[in-house]
């Protein structure tokens, strides 16, 4: 069963920093372009970030730039968002997605044919 795998969400104060984990098991993530995802309360589903297959072309949200900062390691099968300078309306749940094509910015979920379940982060104090 193909699944990816989210860890690293938590409870952090403003200011504070997270480094979120997307693990793929049961495949490859290394001809996958890696998506990052969030969904606060009561709002949609927003992209965050995304990585192209060998890190060669990376995109963020303008919410996030020079905060945020994707990488993977696909020798651990591994994507990571690192969370500096959090703030309050980074709350939210983040979900990881793979595609396995070149997909569109901003991103359209349905580019993404595999999801994790998502982990929570709140930033509060």
């Known amino acids: 069963q193909l699944q990816l795998v989210e860890s690293g969400g938590g409870l952090v104060q403003p200011g504070g920093s997270l480094r979120l984990s997307c693990a793929a098991l049961?495949?490859?993530?290394?001809?996958?372009?890696i998506g990052w995802f969030r969904q606060a309360p009561g709002k949609e589903r927003e992209g965050v970030s995304y990585?192209?297959?060998?890190?060669?072309?990376?995109m963020y949200a303008d919410s996030v730039k020079g905060r945020f900062t994707i990488s993977r390691d696909d020798a651990k099968n591994t994507v990571y968002l690192q969370m500096n300078s959090l703030k309050p309306e980074d709350t939210a749940v983040y979900y990881c997605?793979?595609?396995?094509?070149?997909?569109?910015?901003?991103?359209?979920?349905?580019?993404?044919?595999?999801w994790g379940q998502g982990t929570q982060v709140t930033v509060s104090s």
């Open positions: 997605a793979a595609c396995s094509y070149s997909p569109t910015w901003p991103p359209r979920e349905n580019d993404y044919a595999y």
């Open positions: 049961g495949f490859s993530l290394d001809y996958y372009f």
């Open positions: 990585i192209s297959t060998f890190g060669g072309s990376i």
